[in-house]
């Protein structure tokens, strides 16, 4: 590695940071410096490597060809860094950071999370709720917890539970509810991007979509299931969502069929280093609830 003996560390990182985010200005405030800063940075890192990494125009930068090709190197050599630090922070302080969705966390998992603490009273766990993608790779997170098909590039998975999903409603509303074909009859819940639709569970029972009428629509899928033990309505939910709310009568599954959607919860850490006592820990612990489905 003598050859990085002759750039500047600054240099290369204000390249990097200008060439991901597509401006001067959005480089300088990710770095805490001013534009001019950046921009000279970048001009001393160019001389340096002796190329243009940047094309300039009006609308920002673009990478020279040769830009395009030092720039994933450095992008991906920074990630390396960044998960570096992030993990010696990690072990510092102690504290096992989880990124999961707003509605798994205040529907399932902090209910549950004593039952952690108890087995392992020397692991702290911090709960990020956000519905934002994040990196576990170049973040102060150690574990995401994520809805999908185990797709996602430069992680590693392990898939927790398949997911199931059928109708509930309010144990009012399910008296009226005696076969599948009578879910016409009634407001549908819903949300305006699900994830999946009506037609995995109304399929398999011989229906399909254009039977539904119309109901209340909400932003997410917690507020879909308030909405269903309110009594407003019928929710196709998730089975981990709707589990609390079942067995404290709040809601009433009127159906027995549950069915898959082809959509998994995953456990999801970074793609190098090893996994610590505490996220193997925190897996087992996990995957354990989830199979018992409480």
Known sequence: MRNLNRFH?????????AGRLGSLRAAAEELGVTIGAVSQQVLKAEEQLGRPVFERHSRGLS??????????????GFAEISAGVALADRRR????TVSVAPVFASKWLVWRLQRFH?????????IDADVSLVDPNTSDVDVCIRVG????????????????????????????????RDLAHVPIVSEPTPMFGWNVWLNPNGLDERILGDGPVFSDA???LDAAVAGQGVFLAWETLAHDALTM?????????RYPTGIS????????????????????????ELDQRV
């Open 149 to 180: 098909r185990g797709n996602w590039p430069n992680v590693r998975a392990e898939k927790l539970l398949d997911q199931l999903v059928f109708p509930v409603c309010s144990p009012a509303l399910a008296q009226h509810l005696q076969y599948p």
């Open 63 to 76: 990478p020279t060809p040769f830009g395009l090709e030092i720039l994933g190197y450095l992008g991906a």
């Open 249 to 257: 009568g709040r809601l009433a599954a009127p159906f027995p069929g």
């Open 118 to 126: 108890e087995q392992y009273p020397d692991v702290r766990v911090r």
């Open 9 to 17: 560390l600054n240099g290369l990182r204000a390249l990097e940071a």
């Open 222 to 224: 917690s507020l879909c």
């Open 265 to 288: 919860y995953w456990f999801i850490t970074p793609r190098i280093g090893p996994q610590s006592r505490s996220v193997r820990a925190f897996y087992g612990w996990l995957k354990a």
């Open 93 to 96: 302080d102690g504290v096992l």
